[in-house]
């Protein structure tokens, strides 16, 4: 199912790039969770990511974000800190699976929605992940804007 009417809205994020192989995901997510907390940040949650490419040769541009508790922050020349982060409209689908195969699923599911309702993509991926202890999900989101009548009939 797609939610055609969605947007990510948040406070205080630090915010940080990289480019690493698709397998060591987790690691530099603990890298950049540890780092935040070596600032002496409370965080807020949830943790956001974005793909800024398509890993054909198996390696990943990745934005990742934190919401944190604190409206002042100094960080390092890496990192960045955005008193608010706003991006919208979006469409968005649940990944309940999480997995290589599910998440291609999801990502099909909305480039499909887009191409039916001509609209055209105008973000990264985004992945926001969610849930508790019992269920952990990935909400995957794209900015989308509607075609132009030129585009739509090429």
Known sequence: MINPHDAIKLTNVISRKYRFYYRDLERYLAEFIQDIFSLNLTIKGPLIYSLHNVPMDEM???????????????????????S?????????????VNSE???????????????????RQ???IFHVASGDETLQYMTVKIGAAKKDIEEIWK
């Open 60 to 82: 990943m541009n990745v934005e990742f974000y934190m919401p944190v508790a604190q409206d002042r922050v100094e960080t390092p020349p890496d990192m960045d800190f955005h």
């Open 84 to 96: 608010y982060f706003f991006i919208g409209p979006m469409i968005s689908t649940v990944d309940l």
């Open 101 to 119: 195969a599910s998440m291609e699923a999801a990502y099909a599911s909305l480039f499909h929605y887009m191409e039916q309702n001509h609209l």
């Open 122 to 124: 105008v973000t990264p």
